[in-house]
């Protein structure tokens, strides 16, 4: 795993150093200090997700920690904030969003969007956007106005688009 990055607004790109094994399809967010969380799908299977922070933008990440939280079945997921243009450091920069099937340890069913108000440190609260249904792969956006969307792959591979609110 790694984070490809931009210092001048994308006229040229970097490769940072690699973190971890056996992490694949990673997402990154920003946090209310500035640091950079990458999350990412265990392709090892182990039923949750991986995570490492970075302090230099994603240059280079710290240790792999196991959210055990965020279950996962080796599936793609989503993570955003919820209000994308907070102040840094303030209580709503702290907000995370996050997407994907919720069904341990292995079943890609039961899409759902976990909700955390701390930089992901923990995740008090989800919500089912297609509960008992199929669901692959998904992301998470704010759209403004207190509302979010979210894009996933659900039976049949269909794509599919929903908002929801707070």
């Not at 230099?56 to 990440?61: H, I, R, S, V």
């Not at 994308?84 to 450091?89: I, L, Q, S």
Request: net charge negative.
């Amino acid at each position: 795993a790694y984070s490809v990055y931009s210092d001048d607004h994308g006229r040229s790109w970097q490769m940072g150093r690699p973190v971890g094994t056996a992490m694949d399809e990673n997402k990154v967010v920003e946090l209310s200090n500035g640091d950079v969380m990458l999350n990412s799908r265990d392709s090892a299977g182990g039923g949750g997700r991986k995570i490492a922070i970075s302090h230099d933008g994603g240059a280079t990440y710290g240790p792999v920690t196991y959210d055990h939280t965020l279950t996962d079945p080796r599936n793609n997921a989503g993570i955003a904030r919820m209000v994308p243009d907070a102040p840094e450091g303030s209580a709503d920069a702290k907000k995370l969003l996050f997407s994907n099937a919720d069904n341990p340890p292995f079943a890609r069913v039961n899409g759902t969007i976990r909700y955390s108000c701390d930089d992901g440190a923990t995740w008090s609260t989800s919500r089912a956007f297609a509960p008992g249904l199929p669901t692959s792969y998904s992301t998470v956006t704010a759209l403004g106005d207190g509302r979010f969307g979210v894009l996933y792959e659900g039976a049949g591979n269909a794509i599919t688009f929903d908002t929801f609110d707070a």
